[in-house]
């Protein structure tokens, strides 16, 4: 590499311009398409050994995770999930009854209250009698114990154990998780909850559970502690509605995603709204904008100048 110095004459002196060039060998000119044949072999054979070996170590290191084998849950056409739909208020009275008669043996949902119920599946009187089924412990009295009442409407939903190491203890050491938000908390949401539900199946050939444990392709490591909870005419529907299998999953996965979101409606109608008021304020307003900076942008400024 050398540098060239460019002497530049002007009639009146000279200037001396440092200009670098670059001169280059002509070993860096060539090029890979230039290389001989077999050199150029030997160099994509050692690009392709590289590679394939990287690749095969990283493969080759990571784990087999228990979530890869997990079988992800199909998009169902739920009633409620379109832009304009609202919730089935039958299916939900109709899940509250499953969660009631088959869910509530084990699992709590102590973030919703029986006053919740009033107008969405239930009415008033109906709501305060199913709070009255329960005896809630309550208290301390005027001598400091504690006593039993009935049920009221601004009570929660009772919970099955008193404690999570009850819990445990009854379902051999696994913990049933509180339903309240549980299609929120899970990945697929209401999705995965009916493919869990109706997704028990035998184990295929080469896997072994431990005593106590089901298979079932949608729960993460597909061995759940908790055994198939539903099945054909399980129960009987106060409207006479078939008790299939689909139907009480679809009902009481219904419920719970009420459950989880019982601003659903409501706030598909606020955006509805917002949505019909914006087609007329928008237009106005452009106008309004276009009317008042009409004279402001079609204005000419004209600088005279000082005399």
């Given at each position: 590499?050398?540098?060239?110095?460019?002497?530049?004459?002007?009639?009146?002196?000279?200037?001396?311009?440092?200009?670098?060039?670059?001169?280059?060998?002509?070993?860096?000119n060539?090029?890979?398409?230039?290389?001989?044949?077999?050199?150029?072999?030997?160099?994509?054979?050692?690009?392709v050994?590289?590679?394939?070996?990287?690749?095969?170590?990283?493969?080759?290191?990571?784990?087999?995770?228990?979530?890869?084998?997990?079988?992800?849950?199909?998009?169902?056409?739920?009633s409620?999930?379109?832009?304009?739909?609202?919730?089935?208020?039958?299916?939900?009275?109709?899940?509250?009854?499953?969660?009631?008669?088959?869910?509530?043996?084990?699992?709590?949902?102590?973030?919703?209250?029986?006053?919740?119920?009033?107008?969405?599946?239930?009415?008033?009187e109906?709501?305060?009698?199913?709070a009255?089924?329960?005896?809630?412990?309550?208290?301390?009295?005027?001598?400091?114990?504690?006593?039993t009442?009935?049920?009221?409407?601004s009570?929660?939903?009772?919970?099955?154990?008193?404690?999570?190491?009850?819990?445990?203890?009854?379902?051999?050491?696994?913990?049933?998780?509180?339903?309240?938000?549980?299609?929120?908390?899970?990945?697929?949401?209401?999705?995965?909850?009916?493919?869990?539900?109706?997704?028990?199946?035998?184990?295929?050939?080469?896997?072994?559970?431990?005593?106590?444990?089901?298979?079932?392709p949608?729960?993460?490591?597909?061995?759940i502690?908790?055994?198939p909870?539903?099945?054909?005419?399980?129960?009987?529907?106060?409207?006479?509605?078939?008790?299939?299998?689909?139907?009480?999953?679809?009902?009481?996965?219904?419920?719970?995603?009420?459950?989880?979101?019982?601003?659903?409606?409501?706030?598909?109608?606020?955006?509805?709204?917002?949505?019909?008021?914006?087609?007329?304020?928008?237009?106005?307003?452009?106008?309004?904008?276009?009317h008042?900076?009409?004279?402001?942008?079609?204005?000419?400024?004209a600088y005279?100048?000082?005399?």
């Open positions: 590499m050398a540098a060239l110095r460019v002497v530049v004459l002007s009639g009146s002196g000279r200037a001396l311009l440092n200009t670098p060039r670059t001169l280059h060998s002509p070993r860096a060539m090029s890979f398409a230039s290389l001989p044949k077999g050199r150029k072999m030997a160099l994509t054979t050692l690009g050994l590289t590679t394939g070996g990287a690749g095969l170590a990283l493969m080759l290191n990571q784990s087999v995770k228990a979530t890869e084998m997990e079988l992800h849950p199909p998009s169902y056409p739920w409620h999930k379109g832009l304009l739909s609202s919730f089935d208020h039958g299916s939900i009275r109709r899940g509250y009854q499953v969660y009631k008669q088959v869910c509530s043996a084990c699992h709590s949902m102590e973030y919703l209250a029986f006053r919740n119920l009033v107008g969405v599946s239930h009415t008033e109906e709501a305060k009698a199913i009255e089924e329960f005896e809630i412990v309550d208290g301390p009295d005027e001598s400091g114990e504690m006593f009442r009935p049920g009221k409407l009570d929660y939903f009772p919970k099955p154990y008193s404690n999570a190491e009850a819990a445990r203890a009854a379902n051999n050491g696994a913990l049933p998780p509180d339903l309240s938000y549980i299609t929120s908390a899970r990945h697929g949401g209401d999705d995965y909850v009916f493919s869990l539900l109706t997704g028990y199946c035998e184990p295929p050939a080469g896997v072994v559970l431990r005593e106590g444990l089901y298979f079932n949608y729960f993460p490591g597909q061995a502690g908790m055994a909870p539903i099945y054909n005419e399980v129960l009987e529907f106060e409207d006479g509605t078939p008790a299939t299998m689909s139907q009480v999953a679809k009902d009481v996965c219904t419920f719970l995603k009420w459950a989880a979101e019982p601003e659903h409606d409501q706030r598909k109608k606020m955006g509805l709204k917002l949505l019909m008021g914006s087609a007329v304020l928008i237009p106005l307003i452009y106008y309004l904008k276009r008042r900076w009409s004279v402001l942008k079609s204005r000419k400024i005279r100048p000082p005399k």
